[in-house]
Nanobody, 125 residues
């Protein structure tokens, strides 16, 4: 069982930055960030393998967002730079069962079985 708690959301103007954090209790090999805007489906933002695998980003955030993991703190981060109004959403931290999710070339909600409660990010013009 893995328990996830996100923090770091807030309101910023376009072009600004935020860093999301997700503290995990329990062991996991693959973690990711997802987001859901009102009226839209949940979508993958980025994921990273804790001990192996490679970071993967959705093309909409490539070059602007950076995912990282601090093993000593068992904390996942998402550094978000050059934010755009279309980045506005509820952001979720998630953990997968096993490592397969971190070797796929996509970000599938169905691969992740543990979810945080979400943290709101709002970007204004």
């Amino acid at each position: 069982q893995v328990h996830l708690v996100e923090s770091g959301g807030g309101s910023v103007q376009a072009g600004g930055s935020l860093r999301l954090s997700c503290v995990a209790s329990g062991s996991t090999d693959c973690m990711g960030w997802f987001r859901q805007a009102p009226g839209k489906q949940r979508e993958g933002v980025a994921r990273v393998g804790i001990r192996q695998g490679y970071p993967l980003y959705d093309e909409s955030v490539e070059g602007r967002f950076t995912i990282s993991h601090d093993s000593a703190k068992n904390t996942l981060y998402l550094q978000m730079n050059r934010l755009k109004p279309e980045d506005t959403a509820l952001y979720y931290c998630a953990a997968a069962a096993g490592t397969d999710a971190c070797f796929r070339w996509d970000l599938l909600v169905s691969d992740y079985i543990y979810w945080g409660q979400g943290t709101q990010v709002t970007v204004s013009t």
